[in-house]
């Protein structure tokens, strides 16, 4: 195929040489280039360029712009490239009379386009010429030809570099996704600004000007008036103008608000006037009685309106997805407006925003996978009619994504069924435009709407830029002519008001949370605040739904927010949440849990359910009560696991999407990314190769317990390791944490010098140094000094004023600790009252010098295996004297001791640094960041070790030979970190591998493993 389409390239070069003087006269248009040259040039890159296959509108491969007015005089880009409806590219043609290398006219007319569509390259083209841009550096009118181009062909250059434009924008390379990987190779270059970022420092600069100015000029606005009022002006603004450029309504008819004085005024009028036509609830005035009595300066609403039109403003918003815009409002909406004591503005970012870590908006490609794998499987095989019946909610809605994603997957389906279907039979739902093209009725998508959607979210502004978003998609190909036509037949408006579907309260309390006869004693804010939400009130709530048995799909995002953040919001609401939530479980949860219980309450029989949320709770304590929930009302459908990779931008959380039915589930399916692939890349290979990556499990396989599931390449290889092995947690003792000081810049110290009875050590909380007598100093190790079979001891020593005598410890007394630990004692007094505020002020009178949890204290001078708390690979270390004592949390370690057995310990630490056990721990511990695993005790307890059979001489002499290859281990890497030569250094670097590699081929042999499984640990 790739050379048919090289030769076909071949013809139309050669036939545009021979008569290239006819065709560079003006005389020659841009349509008959398109009809000659580019048209074929495309379909000989695999395009279905006229259609010939006879797709409906939605699926065509390309889309010919209609005309839109951008500016004064250019219109839209003369092409959209697409894959499954999605845009991929455009191309503005031209003819070959204009000069595409050096005109600047071109290339901003397309820039400015594919910018605000967000798409990463487009093309410019009069097929002499070829130039590609990188459109998301920001366009400016200013801007040379030459600015944003990352490629440029002549007409004659088409045959020597066909691989690179036929590897990039040919058909099947978008669909083996060389396009988005060359996309991703050129982004990050200077100059690089997404449209949804810029928008969004847009609308921020509005917001501060429209906060200052309304809380100047009205002093009696109130804090949430004025958030009010800037939210409404900036939807209104931004609704209008969209409609602009759709052409909905007439061009510049914002900038006629700002011809004269008074522009706020002019503003309004014209808002009323658009309530007549939308009826929409944006520009509905009877509910809104603040922004009518406003007083705003002409200089900030004239700023705001001029910063929207050509050539000031980058943006065309015909192209400005509504996904997009949520994009950039629910980062909008994670900042609020405060007033001062003086009444002066002030905007800050949200207090749940900053606990939380940031706003977490998913990106469109995870939207689409959770409804395509819910919404689509509802509706799969039914007709509209019995569409209608489905109830689809976001419990948190935020600024509406997974609402938008799935109506814009119902409006398609329904499309798609009526052309199917005789279409000409339903003229009340879809009308036709040209042969193969049609559309559905404004009715008909307010009625999808309306029966179908629904959602919640505690925030009112995020409510209310769900409903504008919605209502944006329903105008989606309306025209000027469709409106006032819906008007004159005194239709109730083109748009549906939402009022009844997307509404404000908090999804996990309900009005019970207020004693009967107490709500009294709550003040205003506080009530605000807790914002109580009525799930079974008919009108308030969803009460009509609920009796039906409740809502068939619930979907979204929910908060990842720690339960300590409510605390702030006092100890009733805790309470509440514990009493109604079996998910609410003692210590540090995250909210994200109750959610995903309140959904599944709020599913009817068969429903579906898919959230994007955190996958600690597979493994943390706090999630036993939810895997018990969802393990014992058989709930599980599908897990796909993103192990350490990040879905979310500017955000670092671990996360997997959520599948429940409540069908009784017999088993589930989960798929778990690659090391060596992106989440969206992992996605799109799951949609065309799913049975690559997925394992079935039974569901009886899940309780309550940590959940561990296994790459599917691995469960064989894994079940024979486990086989005939005893758990490490079997052959040990005790597996230890270390203990927490509470204030380690105070006990911990590095070396500096010494006498005969002190150390002489640096304080970094002192910032000098200090004398500690020696007797009261341990040798510590911190987790990056742990490295396999070495310890680096780096002098660092932590002050310890604990006795530990045969089998008891004990705090040593202060008065003896001042009589014979003179040095020490002072130091410590010295920071009596930095000690005593440890522990939120719990470490006061005789215990004040204390650490705050001294665990284990009687392990740490036994001989011992260690490992730090998180590491890349098994990092085991040997403590063969009990000299180190070490920590608790991420710089900290678990200590090993063993039973007593024929074992030797250096066997154990063999085996616990192989590569077997370094495959094993990435199976089914938890993958953090930068490729590192977590190595607490709840994971590692269950790493399957060999027993030697000390009756089987084989296995006797197998043991005695690995004993001997860790002590030849220890001794290499104790010279390694000793000598100083980069040569020596190199010498014994061979020479550990070799004997690593010894260790490994000796445990495979211990495990029985074949020739092909050794391939599989290898990764080979």
């Known amino acids: 195929m790739k050379e048919e389409s090289k030769q076909r390239i071949r013809e139309l070069a050669q036939r545009f040489r021979y008569n290239l003087d006819v065709y560079k006269k003006s005389a020659y248009n841009e349509t008959q280039v398109r009809r000659e040259f580019i048209d074929p040039f495309f379909e000989a890159l695999g395009w279905d360029v006229e259609n010939k296959q006879g797709h409906a509108e939605q699926y065509k491969d390309v889309v010919h712009e209609d005309a839109i007015k951008v500016g004064r005089s250019t219109r839209a880009p003369d092409y959209s490239f697409r894959i499954g409806g999605q845009r991929k590219f455009f191309v503005e043609a031209k003819k070959p009379a204009v000069n595409i290398k050096e005109d600047v006219s071109p290339s901003y007319q397309l820039r400015r386009y594919a910018w605000s569509a967000k798409l990463p390259l487009s093309i410019v083209t009069d097929f002499e010429e070829l130039s590609v841009y990188d459109c998301r550096i920001k366009p400016d009118p200013k801007d040379r030809a030459s600015v944003a181009r990352i490629g440029y062909y002549t007409f004659e250059e088409y045959l020597d570099k066909f691989d690179e434009i036929y590897d990039v924008f040919s058909k099947d390379a978008i669909l083996k996704g060389s396009f988005d990987r060359h996309a991703q190779s050129t982004k990050g270059k200077r100059g690089t600004a997404e449209v949804d970022s810029e928008f969004l420092k847009e609308i921020e600069s509005w917001r501060e000007m429209l906060a200052k100015n309304i809380a100047l000029r009205n002093p009696d606005v109130s804090i949430y008036e004025l958030n009010y009022a800037v939210q409404k002006i900036i939807d209104r603004v931004i609704f209008l103008r969209i409609c602009e450029d759709r052409g909905i309504e007439p061009d510049g008819r914002l900038q006629l608000a700002v011809k004269s004085t008074g522009i706020y005024k002019h503003l309004l009028n014209q808002f009323r006037s658009a309530e007549s036509n939308y009826n929409s609830g944006i520009f509905n005035f009877k509910v809104d009685a603040v922004t009518p009595r406003l007083k705003i300066d002409d200089k900030v609403i004239k700023a705001i309106i001029e910063s929207l039109y050509y ?120 009308f036709q435009v040209r042969e193969n093209e049609w559309y559905l009725t404004t009715a008909e998508k307010k009625g999808i709407l309306l029966s179908n959607i629904f959602g919640v979210d505690i925030d009112s502004q995020a409510v209310e830029v769900t409903k504008l978003s919605l209502q944006l ?39 019970d949370f207020y004693d009967a006869g107490q709500m009294r004693l709550f003040d205003e804010d506080e009530m605000r605040r807790v914002n109580v939400f009525d799930w079974d009130d008919d009108v308030k709530g969803f009460g009509e739904i609920l009796k039906k048995g409740g809502f068939d799909c619930v979907i979204g995002n929910p908060p990842y927010l720690k339960i300590h953040y409510l605390v702030e919001q006092g100890s009733k609401v805790l309470t509440y949440l514990s009493d109604k939530y079996e998910s609410a479980g003692s210590g540090g949860y995250d909210i994200y849990l109750l959610f995903v219980e309140k959904g599944t309450k709020l599913l009817r029989e068969n429903g579906k359910f898919g959230f994007i949320l955190p996958h600690k709770f597979f493994n943390a304590r706090y999630g036993t009560r939810l895997r018990n929930h969802i393990s014992r009302e058989k709930l599980l459908s599908e897990i796909v696991h993103f192990r350490d990779k990040q879905v979310f931008e500017n955000a670092s959380t671990y996360t997997c999407l959520l599948f429940l039915s409540k069908s009784n589930q017999k088993e589930f399916d989960y798929l778990q990314i690659p090391d060596d692939c992106a989440p969206k890349e992992f996605i799109d290979e799951i949609r065309s190769n799913r049975s690559n990556f997925v394992s079935t499990y039974d569901i009886t396989g899940v309780t309550e317990k940590t959940w561990f599931f296994v790459d599917r390449k691995y469960t064989k290889l894994l079940q024979k390791l486990s086989s005939g092995s005893k758990t490490l947690g079997e052959l040990t003792t005790n597996i230890f944490k270390g203990f927490d000081t509470g204030a380690d810049k105070i006990y911990f110290m590095e070396y500096i010098d010494e006498d005969d009875t002190n150390f002489i050590v640096f304080s970094k909380e002192l910032q000098k140094q200090v004398k500690i007598e020696k007797r009261l100093m341990k040798k510590s190790l911190k987790g990056k000094q742990i490295n396999r079979f070495y310890s680096s001891f780096k002098d660092l020593y932590v002050l310890f004023p604990y006795n530990t005598i045969d089998d008891t410890v004990s705090l040593i007394e202060e008065s003896v600790l001042k009589k014979e630990f003179v040095n020490g004692y002072n130091y410590l007094k010295s920071l009596k009252s930095v000690l005593e505020r440890r522990n939120k002020g719990r470490m006061t009178g005789t215990k004040w010098y204390a650490f705050t949890y001294p665990r284990n204290m009687l392990l740490y001078a036994k001989p011992k295996i260690f490992t730090p708390y998180n590491a890349f690979r098994n990092t085991f270390c040997f403590d063969k ?53 977590s190595y607490e005790k709840r994971f590692i307890e269950k790493l399957p070790i060999h027993t030697i059979d000390f009756s089987n001489l084989e296995e006797v002499a197998k043991h005695d030979k690995l004993v001997s290859l860790v002590d030849n281990m220890l001794e290499l890497q104790k010279k390694y970190h000793e000598v100083r030569m980069e040569r020596d250094k190199e010498l014994y670097e061979r020479q550990i591998k070799i004997v690593d590699a010894q260790i490994d081929e000796l445990v495979y042999d211990l495990y029985g493993l074949t020739g092909e499984e050794i391939k599989v640990v290898e990764g080979k």
């Open 311 to 430: 050539p000031l403003s980058p943006y065309e918003f015909s192209v400005l997805g509504v996904e997009i815009l949520g994009n950039v409002y629910e980062q909008f909406l994670g900042k609020v407006i405060r007033l001062t004591a003086g009444h002066q503005a002030k905007v800050e970012t949200k207090p749940e925003v900053k606990k939380a870590g940031g706003v977490y908006y998913t990106p469109q490609y995870i939207v689409d996978y959770i409804v395509r794998n819910t919404v689509g499987k509802l509706v799969e095989g039914k007709t509209p009619g019995e569409i209608a019946e489905i109830k689809i909610l976001d419990p948190a809605c935020g600024s509406g994504s997974f609402l938008i994603g799935a109506y814009t997957y119902l409006l398609k389906y329904h499309l798609n069924w009526y052309v199917e279907n005789k279409p000409k039979r339903y003229k009340e739902a879809v």
């Open 473 to 511: 998609k329903v105008l989606e190909n309306e025209s000027r002519e469709s409106v006032d036509q819906q008007v004159k037949l005194g239709m109730e408006g083109v748009l549906p008001n939402l009022g009844g579907n997307i509404k404000c309260g908090n999804s996990l309390i309900g009005s």
């Open 881 to 933: 004297d009990g000299e180190y004592y070490f920590t608790t949390g991420v710089a900290g370690a678990y200590g090993l001791l063993f039973a007593h057995s024929p074992c030797d310990i250096k066997y154990f630490l063999g085996v616990l640094n192989s590569t077997i056990v370094n495959l094993f721990v990435k199976q089914i511990g938890t993958c953090l960041q930068g490729g590192y695993y």
